[in-house]
């Protein structure tokens, strides 16, 4: 349950970049990249994780549903540091005067929602391992 | 069982990509163009925004503003700027004004368009309005080492007061920069 909704909350906290990519950072150097590849990243991520890994990877599939899972918080995480920093100091040239509120409240709360689900599923499978 | 996953995992991607993409309003495009002289409304007029005043507006009722780094009438905003406030831009005619609009002129920009410009301000539109809106009122941001405060410009040649507008939009008035 975790790890579906971990899983959508990744691949929105893509949607939202590739929306704000189109709407107002294709143009800004570097930062409408890292949205680009953001979009990219999260929606290998949070496709993998809704597969069904374990059983197409076979042996390996925990261990890669672990690193799918780590790769996404990870993502998103950093994506959550990065908004924060670029409003408060320029990042990659670029600071944040906060143009679409909306959308950094969307990217914000996928972002969060990312983090924490796929923690939550994280923990849980590995104290379900040891029991 | 691969085949109807793979189904369902390129419908997913599909429909994030279209509702991504939905909702675009493309960065740089013509959406601050002014529309051609002649065919309809002028290019800029007047409207009265509630807690602003009398603000110039394009001719589809977009708030128009200036910017204080721009007061020498020189073209500053370019590049990624542009995505964010969009030149007010005729075509080949001759822009047109409300009586009480101001005196109406047009600058050569770098790409080689023709900017609107009332009383000497150029005028741009802000990506973030909607018709009857003033959101980047008082909006502060940087491009090219420039620090750029937006204005909207009232009729009579002013310039609204930058704590006036849209107050759930506006933004913190820090630096910011890009």
Known sequence: MARGLGALATLGVGAVHLQQYFKLYSEVPTIGTLFVLNFAGATVLGLALLAPVERLAGRRGPALVTLLALGAIGLAATSFVFLFVSERTPLFGFQEPGYDPAGIAASRVSEVAAVALLGVFLIARSQHRRS | MKKRLLTSGAAVAATLILAACGGGGGGSSDSGSAAPAGGGGDTVAVKEIDGVGDVLVDASGKALY??????????????????FWEPLTVGSGTPTAAADAGKLGVTDRPDGTKQVTVDGKLLYTFS??????????????????RHFTWNAVLAGGGSADSSSGDASQAPPRNDYGY
């Open chain 2, 66 to 83: 200036s910017s204080d780094v721009e007061a020498d009438g020189k073209v500053h905003c370019t590049g990624a700027c542009t995505s």
């Open chain 2, 128 to 145: 973030e309005d909607e018709p009857g809106k003033v959101k980047g009122n008082g909006f502060a941001d940087d491009f090219d080492g």
